[in-house]
């Protein structure tokens, strides 16, 4: 596979359980250390170090794990210093910056308190807290927010993209939780079978014809075509979502236009919305309603009954896109 991730941004990697996720996230820091290939991090191809080399880039690397990881004989002070021990960092610096990560991460007053005695969320601030400990440039995070609650989880996520932000720091995440995706990320990618099936930034996929990000994010029900009908899915960003495009295509070509299911949400910062919908008439009959819709900014996939589970292509570039992404 080929990933690129821009410095700065926060990158999902989507796929179920077995895809490969935690594996590629693992090879980021030679946690796990590939076969051939490289693997670049600001600059530097990991696989060409050893040693003490290896150590200090990693230094610039944190993680956080799904099961946090901590240190149940230690403080949430003694688990967030235990890396800057490591590191040899002086005992006064040390508890410097301690007590300014835990403030950071809102754990000021749990300095003294054992893991044990905290939550679930307050566990992974601790996390996340070990993990910046070196000032890393890159963080990795595996299913961090899948063993919390809604609330917690996106809390969790709000002080990941809080970081982002003020630290500049470059976020490479592994899920399986759609919210995560749309909470936080500016790209993603779709993992199967230890392969990227699509990747770039999300509101482009999302605008994309036949987009696995879009029906996994925007789920419509199932549906046939039925004889004598068109049934689309019509996926619309920015402000395309204010425009009343059902009604203008109904008032214009005289149509009853059927609404099956849609939903409008904010992903990556953006309202993006989706929706199914049914115009009698076959596609030929409606090339010119389709038209219509394109040219009004919106991205038109013509479901078929060959073709129910993955929509026909509308542009050539787009299918020669999935075909070099696979």
Same mark, same amino acid.
């Given at each position: ?9 926060v ?6 359980s ?10 980021v820091n030679?946690?796990?250390r590939?076969?051939?290939?490289r693997?670049?991090?600001d600059?530097?191809?990991l ?19 799904q ?5 149940g004989s ?36 749990h300095?003294?308190v ?32 899948s ?13 990941l ?5 003020r ?13 995560v ?11 199967r ?29 199932p549906?046939e ?16 979502? =204010? ?6 295509l109904?008032r214009k070509?005289s ?7 849609g939903?409008?949400?904010t ?5 993006v ?24 900014g ?11 589970a993955?929509?026909?292509?509308t542009?050539?570039?787009?299918a020669?896109s999935?075909? =070099?992404a696979?």
């Amino acid at each position: 596979m080929d990933l690129t991730v821009a410095e700065g941004e926060v990158f999902g990697v989507l796929g179920r359980s077995g895809a490969g996720k935690s594996t590629l996230l693992r090879c980021v820091n030679l946690l796990e250390r590939p076969d051939e290939g490289r693997v670049v991090v600001d600059g530097q191809d990991l696989l060409a170090l050893r040693g003490g080399g290896l150590r200090r880039v990693r230094q610039g690397i944190g993680m956080i794990h799904q099961h946090f990881g901590l240190l149940g004989s230690r403080t949430v002070a003694g688990n967030v210093a235990f890396p800057l021990e490591v590191m040899g960092v002086p005992r006064a610096e040390r508890a410097r910056r301690v007590a300014e990560l835990l403030e950071l991460v809102g754990l000021a007053e749990h300095a003294r308190v054992y893991p044990a005695q905290i939550s679930g969320g307050q566990k992974q601030r601790v996390g996340i807290a070990r993990a910046l400990a070196g000032r890393p440039k890159v963080l990795l995070s595996d299913e961090a927010t899948s063993a919390l609650d809604p609330e917690t989880t996106a809390s969790i996520l709000e002080l990941l993209r809080d970081l982002n932000r003020r630290l500049g720091l470059t976020i490479l995440l592994i899920t399986h939780e759609m919210d995560v995706v749309k909470r936080i990320c500016d790209s993603a990618a779709v993992m199967r079978d230890g392969r990227l099936t699509e990747s770039g930034p999300v509101t482009r996929l999302l605008a994309r014809p036949g987009s696995e990000l879009a029906r996994d994010l925007f789920p419509l029900p199932p549906a046939e075509p039925r004889a004598g009908t068109t049934l689309i899915e019509v996926t619309f960003t920015g402000g395309a979502t =204010d425009e009343p495009f059902v009604s203008a295509l109904a008032r214009k070509y005289s149509l009853d236009v059927n609404i099956l299911g849609g939903a409008v949400e904010t992903v990556a910062g953006e309202r993006v919305g989706r929706l199914q919908l049914e115009l009698p008439g076959d596609p030929d009959t409606n090339a010119a309603q389709l038209a219509f819709l394109r040219d009004s900014g919106l991205t038109v996939d013509v479901r078929t009954p060959a073709a129910t589970a993955n929509p026909t292509e509308t542009n050539p570039a787009d299918a020669a896109s999935r075909e =070099d992404a696979r």
